[in-house]
């Protein structure tokens, strides 16, 4: 069965870092450009930051830029989110996605027509 892996939320003081890592079981992640996502107590889910298939284009929500950086590694089927200087407000389940949406575009990604998830990893912050 194809799925999405979350891994390394937990509890950070402010100011802290953590790293999210994304993995897929029964596909590859290089034929899709993926994103994370976030979802806070009582919040709409938004996007955070999403890489190309290719991995030569990043894009990252205002709140996060400067913060956090995403990364994939072909070899290894994984997706990063180094996420550093925490705040409380990035308090919340992250979730990554993988899309076909930019198939024909490697160099592009975004936020729409997400065709898989994962179940999430819990980020805390707070002192």
């Known amino acids: 069965q194809s799925q999405l892996v979350e891994s390394g939320g937990g509890l950070v003081q402010p100011g802290g870092s953590l790293r999210l890592s994304c993995t897929a079981s029964g596909f590859k992640l290089d034929d899709y450009a993926i994103a994370w996502f976030r979802q806070a107590p009582g919040k709409e889910r938004e996007g955070v930051s999403c890489?190309?298939?290719?991995?030569?284009?990043?894009n990252y929500a205002d709140s996060v830029k400067g913060r956090f950086t995403i990364s994939r590694d072909k070899q290894k089927n994984m997706v990063w989110l180094q996420m550093i200087s925490l705040a409380p407000e990035d308090t919340a389940v992250y979730y990554c996605?993988?899309?076909?949406?930019?198939?024909?575009?490697?160099?592009?990604?975004?936020?729409?027509?997400?065709?898989?998830w994962g179940k999430g990893t819990l980020v805390t912050v707070s002192s």
């Open positions: 996605a993988a899309t076909e949406y930019y198939s024909r575009v490697p160099s592009r990604c975004g936020f729409i027509a997400m065709t898989s």
């Open positions: 890489i190309s298939r290719s991995g030569s284009t990043t």
